[in-house]
T-cell receptor, first 112, second 112 residues
């Protein structure tokens, strides 16, 4: 596609429920990244995928967070048993090899 | 992750003046740097990038300066316009990783 697409744009969930956030990267981009941005703060790295290599999961805050990338394209970030501190904007980016990092508009997650 | 809570440094400039936004980066081995602009409710938007083998790069109304000796990056915006009002983030990438590490951000306010 023309840009990085994320869905849903907004998600309100009850504490303890699981949520899935979707990212559709730019066609042909081999690398895909997830970041988290809490209100008024900077971007916190979560995970990245590069081609068929094992993902770098070093930024995932707990084992409630996981992500997968199917067929080298679409990625899903899953948060299990959501907590109020998980409320944030979750941003996805993709890049071609090591350049051209492009971000989506994010999913605003609110845990109530 | 990187954050300064809600107390982002703020730069206030008069419309038409030049703006300079500064960033100190952390890794002397970082080989690539990007400036992003983020407007409220949107994802980060690429402005300009620079590789570590350069010390200056110019775009349309923007210039990025890199000083590797003191690990400092700056973004200069010429003839600042109201539409430039946003939060600006610098990001660095280490030479052995694809992931971007973001600075804490600076809020730019343009007075009419």
């Amino acid at each position: 596609g023309a840009g990085v697409s994320q869905s849903p744009s907004n998600k309100v969930t009850e504490k303890g429920k699981d949520v899935e956030l979707r990212c559709d990267p730019i066609s042909g981009h081999t690398a895909l990244y997830w970041y988290r941005q809490s209100l008024g703060q900077g971007l916190e790295f979560l995970i990245y995928f590069q081609g068929n290599s094992a993902p770098d999961k070093s930024g995932l805050p707990s084992d409630r967070f996981s992500a997968e990338r199917t067929g080298g394209s679409v990625s899903t970030l899953t948060i299990q048993r959501t907590q109020q501190e998980d409320s944030a904007v979750y941003l996805c980016a993709s890049s071609s090899f090591r350049y051209g990092y492009t971000f989506g508009s994010g999913t605003r997650l609110t845990v109530v | 992750g990187e954050s300064v809570g809600l107390h982002l440094p703020t730069l206030s400039v008069q419309e038409g003046d030049n703006s300079i936004i500064n960033c100190a980066y952390s890794n002397s081995a970082s080989d690539y740097f990007i400036w992003y602009k983020q407007e409220s409710g949107k994802g980060p938007q690429f402005i300009i990038d620079i590789r570590s083998n350069m010390d200056k790069r110019q775009g349309q109304r923007v210039t990025v300066l890199l000083n590797k000796t003191v690990k400092h990056l700056s973004l200069q915006i010429a003839a600042t316009q109201p539409g430039d009002s946003a939060v600006y983030f610098c990001a660095e990438r280490g030479d052995s990783s694809y992931k971007l590490i973001f600075g804490s951000g600076t809020r730019l306010l343009v007075r009419p």
